[in-house]
Protein backbone atom coordinates (compact mmCIF):
# COMPACT_ATOMS: atom_id res chain seq x y z
CA UNK A 1 0.00 0.00 0.00
CA UNK A 2 1.46 3.56 -0.93
CA UNK A 3 1.33 5.95 1.75
CA UNK A 4 2.27 9.60 2.51
CA UNK A 5 3.44 10.15 6.11
CA UNK A 6 3.78 13.40 7.27
CA UNK A 7 4.48 15.06 11.08
CA UNK A 8 3.03 17.50 12.79
CA UNK A 9 3.76 20.61 15.02
CA UNK A 10 3.92 18.21 17.98
CA UNK A 11 5.87 15.76 15.92
CA UNK A 12 2.93 13.16 15.65
CA UNK A 13 3.55 11.75 12.40
CA UNK A 14 0.77 10.93 10.19
CA UNK A 15 0.39 8.00 7.56
CA UNK A 16 -2.34 7.94 4.94
CA UNK A 17 -3.14 5.97 2.17
CA UNK A 18 -3.00 7.40 -1.38
CA UNK A 19 -6.54 6.11 -1.45
CA UNK A 20 -7.76 8.60 1.19
CA UNK A 21 -6.27 11.52 -0.57
CA UNK A 22 -9.49 13.60 -1.76
CA UNK A 23 -7.72 16.91 -1.88
CA UNK A 24 -4.10 18.56 -1.39
CA UNK A 25 -3.21 21.95 -0.04
CA UNK A 26 0.47 23.51 -0.99
CA UNK A 27 0.69 26.06 0.91
CA UNK A 28 4.04 26.79 0.85
CA UNK A 29 4.64 27.06 -2.86
CA UNK A 30 6.41 30.11 -4.27
CA UNK A 31 5.16 32.05 -1.40
CA UNK A 32 2.94 32.24 1.76
CA UNK A 33 0.50 34.82 3.48
CA UNK A 34 0.86 35.41 7.32
CA UNK A 35 -2.64 36.68 7.92
CA UNK A 36 -3.83 38.57 11.08
CA UNK A 37 -7.04 39.46 12.48
CA UNK A 38 -6.52 42.04 14.54
CA UNK A 39 -8.99 43.06 17.16
CA UNK A 40 -8.86 46.20 19.09
CA UNK A 41 -11.94 47.74 21.69
CA UNK A 42 -14.17 49.36 20.01
CA UNK A 43 -13.66 52.49 21.50
CA UNK A 44 -10.35 52.93 19.55
CA UNK A 45 -9.09 55.27 17.22
CA UNK A 46 -9.09 53.01 13.93
CA UNK A 47 -6.54 56.08 12.10
CA UNK A 48 -4.27 55.05 14.96
CA UNK A 49 -4.56 51.25 14.55
CA UNK A 50 -4.31 51.17 11.05
CA UNK A 51 -1.13 53.53 11.67
CA UNK A 52 0.28 50.81 14.41
CA UNK A 53 -0.19 48.44 12.00
CA UNK A 54 1.50 49.83 8.93
CA UNK A 55 4.38 50.70 10.82
CA UNK A 56 4.89 47.40 13.02
CA UNK A 57 4.94 45.91 9.61
CA UNK A 58 7.30 48.56 7.76
CA UNK A 59 9.61 48.01 11.20
CA UNK A 60 9.57 44.30 10.90
CA UNK A 61 10.78 44.50 6.86
CA UNK A 62 13.12 47.03 8.04
CA UNK A 63 14.54 46.68 10.91
CA UNK A 64 15.04 42.99 11.75
CA UNK A 65 16.95 39.73 10.47
CA UNK A 66 13.88 38.26 9.12
CA UNK A 67 12.90 41.30 6.38
CA UNK A 68 14.46 39.34 3.73
CA UNK A 69 11.82 36.83 4.35
CA UNK A 70 8.69 39.51 3.85
CA UNK A 71 8.24 39.85 0.09
CA UNK A 72 5.74 42.69 0.09
CA UNK A 73 4.60 45.16 3.06
CA UNK A 74 1.81 44.59 5.09
CA UNK A 75 -1.57 45.26 3.48
CA UNK A 76 -4.41 45.66 5.53
CA UNK A 77 -7.86 44.44 4.33
CA UNK A 78 -9.55 46.83 6.08
CA UNK A 79 -12.42 46.03 8.71
CA UNK A 80 -13.32 42.32 8.33
CA UNK A 81 -15.58 42.08 11.97
CA UNK A 82 -17.76 43.32 14.48
CA UNK A 83 -16.89 40.86 16.99
CA UNK A 84 -18.70 40.28 20.19
CA UNK A 85 -15.42 42.05 22.30
CA UNK A 86 -13.69 43.72 19.43
CA UNK A 87 -13.71 45.52 15.95
CA UNK A 88 -11.48 42.84 14.15
CA UNK A 89 -9.01 44.24 11.57
CA UNK A 90 -8.18 41.90 8.60
CA UNK A 91 -4.50 42.75 7.64
CA UNK A 92 -1.61 39.93 5.51
CA UNK A 93 1.97 40.01 4.92
CA UNK A 94 3.25 38.25 1.71
CA UNK A 95 6.26 35.84 2.76
CA UNK A 96 8.41 33.35 1.46
CA UNK A 97 7.48 29.96 1.13
CA UNK A 98 7.27 28.69 4.60
CA UNK A 99 8.20 31.84 6.76
CA UNK A 100 4.28 33.18 7.06
CA UNK A 101 4.51 31.43 10.54
CA UNK A 102 7.93 33.05 11.95
CA UNK A 103 6.87 35.91 10.51
CA UNK A 104 3.55 36.22 12.36
CA UNK A 105 4.99 35.45 15.93
CA UNK A 106 7.44 38.26 15.26
CA UNK A 107 4.67 40.78 13.78
CA UNK A 108 2.21 39.81 16.82
CA UNK A 109 5.39 40.37 19.14
CA UNK A 110 6.37 43.88 18.01
CA UNK A 111 2.34 44.70 17.46
CA UNK A 112 1.49 43.94 20.92
CA UNK A 113 4.64 46.33 22.02
CA UNK A 114 3.45 49.25 19.45
CA UNK A 115 -0.34 49.04 20.57
CA UNK A 116 1.32 48.60 24.66
CA UNK A 117 2.97 52.24 23.76
CA UNK A 118 0.23 53.61 21.60
CA UNK A 119 -2.64 52.78 24.90
CA UNK A 120 -4.47 50.78 21.69
CA UNK A 121 -6.64 47.96 23.79
CA UNK A 122 -6.65 44.47 23.02
CA UNK A 123 -10.38 43.69 24.53
CA UNK A 124 -11.31 40.27 26.33
CA UNK A 125 -14.42 39.02 26.85
CA UNK A 126 -16.14 40.60 29.49
CA UNK A 127 -20.02 40.82 30.74
CA UNK A 128 -22.01 43.98 31.75
CA UNK A 129 -25.03 42.71 34.15
CA UNK A 130 -28.03 45.16 34.43
CA UNK A 131 -30.24 44.23 37.49
CA UNK A 132 -33.59 46.13 36.86
CA UNK A 133 -35.78 46.49 39.65
CA UNK A 134 -33.50 46.27 42.47
CA UNK A 135 -30.86 48.88 44.14
CA UNK A 136 -27.91 47.22 45.03
CA UNK A 137 -25.87 48.00 47.55
CA UNK A 138 -21.84 48.37 46.63
CA UNK A 139 -19.59 45.41 48.33
CA UNK A 140 -16.36 46.07 48.93
CA UNK A 141 -13.55 44.92 47.04
CA UNK A 142 -12.64 41.22 47.94
CA UNK A 143 -8.87 40.73 48.05
CA UNK A 144 -7.52 37.83 46.80
CA UNK A 145 -5.16 35.99 49.60
CA UNK A 146 -3.73 32.61 49.62
CA UNK A 147 -4.12 29.53 52.22
CA UNK A 148 -1.48 30.55 55.07
CA UNK A 149 -2.64 34.65 54.65
CA UNK A 150 -6.60 34.26 54.60
CA UNK A 151 -5.93 32.48 58.49
CA UNK A 152 -3.84 35.55 60.02
Not at 34 to 40: E, L, N, P, Y
Request: charged share 25%.
Amino acid sequence: MRTVRLRDLEGTQHIVPYSEIAAIENMTRGYSYAVFDIGVAYDSNLDLVFRAITETGARLQEGTALAHKILEPIAILGVDQFGDNAVVIKARIKTAPQAKWEIARAYNRLLKERFDADGIEIPYPQRTLHVKGQRLERSPPCSATRGEDSAR
